[in-house]
C-alpha cells in the first residue's frame, strides 16, 4: 500500500468476505500501511479472524484497480459515462419497454447501494428485472423460510452454537468456508464434551475433523434422509403435540408424505448409499436431543431441489417444536457479506422492499405509496439463469453488473459469455479493470472497495453492522450508491434520489420497514430511521427486529407465532426429487463445486494476496483413487473434464476423502487465472422450481487424463504474457508470480524461448542454463543484481522440483554460493531447509517444517505445533490437516 492512501487512526469495520461478518480493527502501521485484526467487541466473532480475513491487508493496493470511467474502452470523464448510461438505458426503454433492460447486482454491495438500485429499477424505471449473485447461493432458503413461516425470517442466532447439544451441519464444509463459525463450534464442543456434532456431506471435509458422526450421503438425496427423520420421530413418540396443535399446520400431510417416500431407517439408507447403523445413530440422536441447530448452506440449497430439501429440515424442527428457544433451529448461514441486505431491500427479482413481495398487491401498493414513485411492477422479474437467457434471445437488450461477475461464477457459463457479447448495451460498475466479465462492457464505472465504501451489511444472524471507509477513495472511483443516483438523475427520477449520504438513504430504508407494518411483517428496523448521522457513524452491531429502545433481537418465533394469515407455521409436504441430470455411461461421474479454504468468489480480491495462493495455488479436482485407477489418472498430473456444456483442465489431486464416483472441482478460478479453470463452463444450468437456484452440485461429467508434451513451471518477479502453452496457471508469491504451464507441442529451441520471455534487452542478466535434449528438459535461471529475477524448468512429465526452496529465494537480494549452486537443481542445498507445500496460511508453515518437527521434536499434538510453529494458532482452518500429518507420522 502507498503512502498516500495511508490512514491515520484505528477503525471498526466489518470483513467483506463470507456472512459470518466478523468486525475487523484496522489500525494505521509504521510503514504507512495497515494492521488488520479481529474486532474483540464484534458479536460474530469476538476477535477472531480466518486467513481471508488476516490478508485483507494485502488486498488494499491500487493494482488492478479500475480507476477511471470508460467507454469502449477509452477513458472518459463521469459526465460523460453517466450520460451515457443514462441515455443508453432511455433508449432501450422507450423502444422495447422496461423489461427490456435489467440489473445484476451482488452481495457484495452495501445495504444502502442495493436499496438504491432496486429503488430505480422497480420503482422508477417499472421493471423487475433486477437479480442478484445471492439467487446462487442462497435463495431457496429464502423460499423455504417463507414457505415455512410465511417470511424470509432466519430463526437462530450463532449464541444458539454454543447452547445446543447437537450440531447437524449439512451441506456445508464450515472448516473451510465459514471458519470463524467453525472455530465457533469447535470451541463449543471443546467446552462442551456433551455437544454432539452431525456432519451429512458426500465429502469427508475438513469440518468432519470435530465431528462424531459423518453422513456421506449419495448426492442429491438429502430430502430422503431428512423425510426419513420425520418418520423415525413419529415412530419414536418424539411429536410435540402442544406445539404443532397451536402452532403449525399441515402436518398430517408431511408425515403421509414422508412415510410414503421413505417407509424405513433401511430404505433411506439403500436411497442415501449409506449404512444403516449410522443412519439411525443420526435419527436417534436427534430424536433424543432437545437441543438441536441444524446448520445448512450451499450443499443444501445449490439443487434443483434445494427449497424441499430446506423445508424437509424445518418440517423436523417444528414437527419436535425445536425452534424459537435457546439452542435450537434451523440455521441458515450465508455465502456472502450482504447475501441477508440484499433480501432485506428486495434485491432479488420476486421481491420488493422491506420483506414485501410483488405477488401481493397491498405491498405494491405500500411501497409505491412510501416512495411517490410513478410505476411499480406487477410481475416478478427474471431470475438470474432466465435473465441471461433473455439477453441471449435478444428480449432484454440493456443490463447493469455491479460488483459481481456472472461470466465465471453463472452455471453454463460459455452461454452466459455469449449473451454478454449479443447485448446491445452492457455496463459494469467494479473495482477491478479486468475481469471475465468487464471485457463485455460498453461502459465501465469505477466502483470504491473495500476500505473506501460506507454503510452497512447484515450477517447470517440478521445482525446489521457498519462497514467503515479508512481509505481515500482510489483515484475517480466513486460509492455505488452515488453511481446509481446520477444515472437516476439523468434519467428524470431526480426527486426520487436526491441523497446527500449512504446515512440518507439508511434511514428511508429504516422508515420503509415500518411503514404499515404493525407487526405484521418480521423486518422492523423503524427505531433507526431518525438516526442522527454521528449515531450511523458510530452504529452499534445490533440484530433485527429492532424494538423501540433500540435493543435488537437474537432468536425469532419465541412466542409461537409466524408471519403466515393464521400465524401458524406450515409444514410443507415433500416428495423427494432426484437431480434433473442423471450420470450415464457417456458421463458416469457426478461436479460438485465449491470453494477452498483460502480463496474467496472469482478472486478479484483474494488474488492479489500472495499469502492466499500458497495452500492451493491452481485449479484442481479432486477424485477418489477408485475413479482414478479406472480412468487411468495420476496424482499431481493434469486431468480434462468434460460435461454436456463445456469442459475444462485442472490438476488432478487423487484422495480417499472424496466420494467414488464424484469429482469435486473449486468454483474460483478463471481467465485471469488460468487458461482453463473456469469451472462453470461445465455446469448444467438446472434450476431449482420455487427459488432458481441452480444445481451447481451435481453435474455428470467424464475425465481422462491430458497428457502435454510438455510440463513446467516458471517463477518470475514481474506477471508475464505466457504462449505456445496450452494449459497454464498464475498465483501471486511472495516477490514473484508463480506460473504451472504445459503445451502439446514440444518447441525447438527452448533457450531462446525462455530469454526471449522472461529477458529484456536493457538490463544486465546473468542467465544460468541447463539443457538435456534427449531427456527433453530445460532449466533456466536469470539473475539481476546477485539475485533471482525470475526462472523456469521443463520437463516431459509432471514430475518437477518442489516450488518452495526457489521461491524462498525471492525474499533474498543476494544469493549465497551453495544457493547458487542449488539453482538448477531446484533443490535447497545441505543446511538448508525446502519448508515444502503450504499449509498453514496464516504463518506460511509448509509441509516439511511440520512432518520435521513431528517427526524429530516430537510435537504429537496440534497444540505443540501451534507453540513451536505458531501454526494453527490463528484462524484454525489448517488443524484439521495438522491432525492428519501427525496421523501420518504416527
Not at 221 to 238: A, H, M, R, S
Not at 340 to 358: D, K, S
Request: glycine share 8%.
Amino acid at each position: 500500500m502507498n503512502k498516500q492512501r495511508a490512514i491515520e487512526k484505528s477503525i471498526a469495520t466489518t470483513c467483506p468476505y463470507c456472512g459470518v461478518g466478523c468486525g475487523v480493527l484496522i489500525t494505521p502501521d509504521a510503514e504507512g500501511g495497515v494492521t488488520v485484526a479481529g474486532d474483540p467487541d464484534h458479536p460474530a466473532n469476538f476477535g477472531r479472524l480466518c486467513s481471508k480475513g488476516t490478508a485483507l491487508g494485502q488486498t488494499i493496493d491500487l493494482e488492478g484497480r479500475l480507476l477511471y470511467p470508460e467507454i469502449n474502452g477509452v477513458r472518459c470523464d463521469w459526465d460523460q459515462a453517466l450520460d451515457k448510461v443514462a441515455s443508453g438505458f432511455q433508449s432501450i426503454i422507450d423502444e422495447y419497454g422496461p423489461d427490456a433492460v435489467a440489473f445484476y447486482v451482488s452481495g457484495q454491495l452495501l445495504t444502502e447501494d442495493y436499496y438504491v438500485a432496486n429503488k430505480l429499477m422497480k420503482g422508477y424505471i417499472g421493471s423487475a428485472n433486477i437479480d442478484t449473485n445471492s439467487r446462487l447461493c442462497m435463495s431457496s432458503s429464502l423460499v423455504g423460510y417463507k414457505r415455512a413461516f410465511g417470511s424470509d425470517t432466519v430463526p437462530c442466532c450463532y449464541e444458539d452454537l454454543e447452547r445446543a447439544k447437537l450440531i447437524v451441519l449439512a451441506g456445508t464444509n464450515t472448516a473451510w468456508c465459514h471458519p470463524v463459525m467453525y472455530q465457533r463450534i469447535a470451541q463449543a464442543k471443546e467446552d462442551n464434551p456433551d455437544l454432539a456434532i452431525v456432519v451429512i456431506d458426500p465429502r469427508r471435509t475438513p469440518t468432519c475433523d470435530i465431528a462424531d458422526l459423518h453422513l456421506p450421503l449419495r448426492p442429491g438425496t438429502d430430502t430422503i434422509l431428512f423425510n426419513g427423520l420425520l418418520c423415525y420421530l413419529e415412530q419414536k413418540g418424539e411429536k410435540n403435540t402442544l406445539f404443532i396443535e397451536h402452532c403449525t399446520e399441515g402436518s398430517d400431510q408431511a408425515l403421509a408424505a414422508a412415510l410414503a417416500s421413505t417407509p424405513s431407517t433401511e430404505s433411506v439408507a439403500a436411497a442415501c448409499g449409506l449404512d444403516e447403523a449410522d443412519v439411525a445413530e443420526f435419527y436417534r440422536l436427534f430424536a433424543r436431543t432437545e437441543r438441536v441447530v441444524t446448520v445448512y448452506s450451499q450443499g443444501i440449497n445449490q439443487s434443483s431441489s434445494g427449497t424441499d430439501k430446506v423445508n424437509a429440515i424445518i418440517n423436523c424442527h417444528l414437527y419436535t417444536g425445536r425452534i424459537g428457544r435457546p439452542g435450537m433451529g434451523p440455521f441458515s448461514i450465508t455465502g456472502q457479506p450482504n447475501a441477508m441486505g440484499g433480501r432485506e431491500v428486495g434485491g432479488l427479482a420476486n421481491q420488493l422492499a422491506a420483506h414485501m413481495e410483488i405477488a401481493v398487491p397491498e405491498h405494491r401498493d405500500c411501497v409505491q405509496r412510501f416512495w411517490t414513485s410513478p410505476t411499480i411492477p406487477e410481475n416478478e422479474g427474471l431470475k438470474a439463469v432466465d435473465l441471461f437467457n433473455a439477453i441471449e434471445k435478444g428480449q432484454v437488450k440493456g443490463l447493469w453488473v455491479m460488483g459481481t461477475n456472472p461470466a465465471v461464477s453463472l452455471p453454463d457459463a460459455g452461454r452466459v459469455r455469449a449473451a454478454l457479447d449479443l447485448c446491445e448495451m452492457v455496463v459494469v460498475s467494479d473495482c477491478i479493470a479486468k475481469t471475465d466479465t468487464t471485457i463485455y462492457a460498453n461502459v465501465l464505472l469505477p466502483a470504491v472497495g473495500w476500505g473506501e465504501k460506507s454503510g452497512t451489511v447484515t450477517n447470517s444472524e440478521r445482525c446489521i453492522s457498519r462497514q467503515r471507509s479508512f481509505l481515500p477513495k482510489a483515484d475517480e472511483s466513486r460509492e455505488d450508491w452515488w453511481i446509481i443516483c446520477e444515472v437516476a438523475k439523468r434519467m428524470g427520477f431526480e426527486d426520487g434520489f436526491s441523497y446527500h449520504s449512504a446515512a440518507d438513504i439508511f434511514r428511508e430504508h429504516a422508515a420503509l420497514s415500518g411503514f404499515e407494518n404493525e407487526g405484521r411483517r418480521d423486518f422492523d428496523i423503524s427505531s433507526l430511521s431518525q438516526i442522527s448521522n454521528e449515531d450511523y457513524e458510530n452504529l452499534q452491531p445490533v440484530q433485527w427486529p429492532i424494538a423501540a429502545d433500540g435493543r435488537g433481537t437474537a432468536r425469532m418465533f419465541e412466542n409461537g407465532r409466524f408471519f403466515t394469515a393464521n400465524a401458524k407455521a406450515r409444514f410443507i409436504t415433500i416428495e423427494p426429487r432426484l437431480p434433473e441430470n442423471k450420470p450415464d455411461e457417456n458421463f458416469p461421474l457426478i461436479l460438485n463445486t465449491g470453494r477452498v479454504r483460502d480463496q474467496w468468489h472469482t478472486m478479484t480480491r483474494t488474488g492479489k494476496a500472495a499469502q492466499l495462493s500458497e495452500h492451493s495455488p491452481e485449479p484442481y479436482a479432486e477424485i477418489h483413487p477408485g475413479d482414478a485407477q479406472r480412468y487411468s489418472v495420476k496424482n499431481g498430473e493434469l486431468l480434462r473434464i468434460y460435461s454436456r456444456w463445456g469442459e475444462t483442465i485442472v490438476r488432478s489431486v487423487v484422495s480417499e476423502e472424496q466420494q467414488r464416483g464424484s469429482v469435486f472441482v473449486p468454483m474460483h478460478w478463471n481467465d485471469q487465472f488460468a487458461s482453463h479453470g473456469c469451472i462453470d463452463v461445465l455446469v448444467n444450468p438446472v434450476t431449482d422450481p420455487y427459488s432458481g437456484q441452480p444445481e451447481f452440485k451435481h453435474t455428470p461429467v467424464r475425465i481422462e487424463s491430458y497428457e502435454p508434451a510438455w510440463h513446467g513451471f516458471i517463477l518470475s518477479r514481474r506477471r508475464l504474457v505466457i504462449s505456445d502453452a496450452s494449459y497454464w496457471a498464475v498465483a501471486k508469491g511472495r516477490g514473484f508470480y508463480r506460473y504451472e504451464i504445459a503445451g502439446e507441442q514440444a518447441l525447438d529451441d527452448w533457450m531462446a524461448w525462455a530469454r526471449g520471455l522472461l529477458c529484456t534487452s536493457a538490463e544486465d542478466v546473468n542467465w544460468v542454463e541447463y539443457l538435456d535434449k534427449a531427456g527433453h528438459q530445460y532449466r533456466g535461471v536469470r539473475l539481476v543484481a546477485d539475485g533471482v529475477e525470475s526462472c523456469i524448468f521443463i520437463a516431459p512429465d509432471h514430475q518437477l522440483p518442489s516450488r518452495s526452496w526457489l521461491a524462498g529465494l525471492f525474499a533474498k537480494d543476494k544469493l549465497d554460493d551453495q544457493e547458487r549452486r542449488g539453482l538448477l537443481l531446484g533443490k535447497a542445498p545441505p543446511g538448508q531447509e525446502d519448508i515444502g507445500h503450504i499449509v498453514c496460511a496464516c504463518f506460511s508453515v509448509g509441509i516439511n517444517t511440520i512432518t520435521r518437527s513431528i517427526r524429530d521434536d516430537k510435537l504429537t499434538t496440534v497444540e505443540a505445533l501451534g507453540e513451536a510453529l505458531k501454526a494453527g494458532t490463528n484462524c484454525g482452518s489448517c488443524v484439521p490437516e495438522l491432525k492428519s500429518l501427525i496421523a501420518a507420522q504416527a
